[in-house]
């Protein structure tokens, strides 16, 4: 007799990364379904020599842990701390009937995927479900529509993580021998550095320049009054920050009206005894359109800007939402919306703010992805009708209440009407002198309504820039105050996480998934600390960036590593064979390969010119030039034979040749004596 079937036999076994994810998946899957967690991926090219399996131990790749004599084999180790749920997937599936890989959908997903079948060896039908978001229809969908395994996509995620591998366990170790140890390169990391230090370089060589104008408060009889600022003298249009060239402070135009101090105070006295009319009023139509969508590094600059999140902290957030099944998957480039979406965000916009709120036509913005297989959904609320931020108070944390309300409100902002209103510019004459003044008026909110981009901006927080009062052509006013007002230009701010995070996919360099954690290399790595929100490149990100520049000018190239960027996606799409593109990487072909490079400069570059950053030149009987080192035990001053230690978090563009040799002779001197202990 026939034994029964046990009901354990009858599961279906589903595999997804995280176990939240499989405690929400639990939510829509009945019975018939055990819901198990791979807790990320459960292999990986091996961390260091001591995990390289013995068989390899002899071999002269086993430091990369990929053989590039055998077509750039890659060897994979389960590491130890997986091994136990290794163990657990692969008792588990002994009694299913089935497997279904339900990994992100994105690239890494795909491989773990990969990975999961490669290890366990399933003797069942294996199924790939992939959804944008984790709601009992989308998982419906996909149980329905399941489909095998993208080759191309493991592909494009395994020649990546060996480029990378190359790119950081060739280079890094030149690093250590020629500059100090510890050290890492990496194929986005060194030209994120280098977008740093390249900014630093233009604070350092910044001169600044002062120029002065006029502030003036006009009154009409009826005694409402506006503010004006003085824009030209005697027909000569008075500078601003943008006339002076930032390498010289002089003003790049001289026929403009430069005043000093003592011109303009003699001004104000001159003018103050005129009488000032209106010369000219002009009214433009205004129009404001809503922003795109939420893609990952969208969502990342502006969680930054407004609550000051770091990109590691918003992309946590992201994670437990989407995981927990309130917003779609938070790893995209693209800012295109489900039609159900569209229709749940206009319904919104009606039931909320009224029909005259809701865009005539649906919005659909247009995505600059290359990838089209990987163009998913731009980010939004889950499902459909939205859930309203209100329903979750209490149930999400801190963090995630912030995100998901942005999320929605800039998810319903898209569909809305456009902000009209009118700007309004007043010139009033003084003597030889005009003054202007500029204001906004929203006469329709319109998007504004759901999604102010910047909270500081008054125009949009307000709906006005400047209430300015009514005033015709020929109007007099009285003159209440003048006042000389001194402005000195700036130099070019540093990178913030959302500014380098703009400049990197602006320049197609990295992929909005990996901004957050190449932020988190570099700060970890030293070659960055923080001042603020700003990021402030270390001595040695000096050194380390002027090694690369010099002597391997290609691997922190910007157009290099975006065509780079390119041909991985090419590779997820098919329409280049991986190990072509890996050889021509690694041995060279049309560009000179990473191995031959190394071989050949390895044994050219002086240890101590690339760690020496020239600073400026001493004056006087002790000239001759400043220069800081980068030794194995940090960066310190050369001057000569003097040597001086540098404070701890001074930023390079202070460091100054003054400064520099008042640190020295500081040294030389033995310190300033602050006391004595009785």
Not at 362 to 389: D, L, S
Not at 497 to 504: G, S, V
Request: net charge neutral; hydrophobic share 35%.
């Amino acid at each position: 007799m026939a034994k029964k079937k046990s009901a354990s036999s009858e599961t279906s076994l589903v595999i997804v990364e995280s176990p939240t994810k499989a405690r929400t998946l639990s939510k829509f899957l009945g019975p018939g379904f055990t819901i198990e967690a791979s807790i990320g991926h459960i292999r990986d090219l091996p961390e260091s020599a001591k995990d390289v399996p013995k068989e390899y131990k002899q071999a002269d790749w086993r430091h990369l842990g990929v053989n590039v004599h055998d077509n750039f084999r890659p060897i994979y180790v389960i590491p130890r701390q997986k091994a136990k749920q290794v163990r657990k997937l692969q008792q588990v599936l002994k009694k299913a009937k089935d497997l279904y890989l339900a990994t992100d959908e994105d690239r890494e997903g795909e491989a773990i995927s990969w990975h999961l079948c490669e290890v366990l060896q399933p003797k069942v039908p294996v199924r790939r479900l992939v959804f944008h978001e984790i709601t009992k229809e989308a998982v419906q969908e996909a149980l329905e529509h399941p489909r095998q395994i993208d080759e191309a996509l493991v592909r494009a995620q395994e020649a990546r993580r060996i480029v990378d591998r190359l790119y950081g366990y060739e280079v890094s170790p030149l690093l250590w021998r020629k500059i100090g140890p510890r050290l890492s390169a990496g194929r986005v990391q060194s030209v994120a550095i280098r977008l740093i230090v390249e900014r630093e370089r233009q604070r350092m060589a910044f001169v600044p320049a002062s120029y002065w104008d006029l502030l003036g408060v006009f009154a009409k009889a009826t005694g409402e009054t506006l503010q004006a600022a003085l824009v030209s003298v005697q027909g000569r249009r008075i500078p601003t920050s943008r006339d002076f060239d930032p390498a010289t402070g002089q003003l790049k135009d001289p026929s403009l009206f430069l005043l000093d101090e003592s011109a303009a105070n003699a001004l104000c006295e001159r003018l103050r005894q005129g009488e000032a009319v209106v010369r000219s009023v002009e009214e433009k139509p205004y129009l404001s359109r809503p922003y795109p969508p939420f893609t990952t590094s969208t969502l990342q600059q502006e969680a930054n800007r407004k609550f000051g999140f770091t990109a590691r902290r918003t992309m946590q957030a992201a994670q437990n939402l989407y995981e927990s099944g309130h917003i779609t998957y938070m790893r995209t480039d693209s800012t295109s919306l489900a039609s159900v979406a569209v229709e749940a965000a206009r319904q919104e916009v009606v039931g909320l703010f009224g029909p005259e709120y809701l865009a005539p036509e649906v919005r659909v913005y247009a995505t600059k992805v290359k990838n089209a297989q990987e163009a998913h959904e731009a980010i939004r609320p889950a499902g459909h009708p939205f859930e309203h931020p209100d329903t979750l108070r209490g149930e999400l944390g801190p963090d995630e209440e912030k995100l998901y309300e942005l999320i929605w409100r800039r998810t319903l902002a898209c569909q809305m009407a456009d902000a009209r209103g009118r700007t309004v510019a007043v010139t009033i004459e003084l003597d030889d002198a005009l003054f202007e003044v500029t204001g906004r008026i929203i006469d329709f909110p319109g998007y504004l309504r759901a999604y102010i981009e910047d909270p500081d901006d008054p125009q949009e927080a307000n709906g006005n820039e400047k209430r300015l009062p009514s005033v015709s052509v020929g109007e007099k006013l009285q003159v209440e105050s003048l006042e000389a007002k001194v402005h000195t230009t700036q130099p070019p701010p540093r990178y913030s996480e959302a500014t380098l995070t703009r400049e990197l996919e602006k320049r197609g360099i990295g992929r909005p998934s990996t901004y957050a954690a190449i932020i988190d290399t570099i700060l970890a790595r030293d070659y960055v600390f923080k001042r603020g929100s700003a990021l402030v490149p270390t001595w040695t990100a000096f050194a380390v960036v002027q090694l690369l520049e010099q002597h391997l000018p290609e691997l922190v190239d910007y157009d290099f590593t975006a065509e780079m960027e390119d041909e991985l996606d090419a590779i997820s799409r098919g329409e280049l064979e991986h190990l072509d593109y890996l050889r021509e990487f690694y041995f060279g072909k049309e560009h000179p390969g990473l191995k031959p490079q190394l071989e050949q400069k390895a044994a050219q570059i002086n240890a101590r010119e690339v760690g020496r950053i020239y600073i400026g030149q001493a004056p006087g009987p002790d000239n001759g030039p400043i220069y800081v080192r980068v030794g194995r035990y940090g960066p310190f001053l050369e001057h000569g034979n003097r040597r001086a230690s540098l404070p701890e978090k001074m930023a390079p563009d202070e460091l100054t040749a003054a400064a520099a040799l008042k640190l020295l002779e500081q040294s030389q001197n033995g310190g300033q004596l602050l006391g004595v202990c009785p």
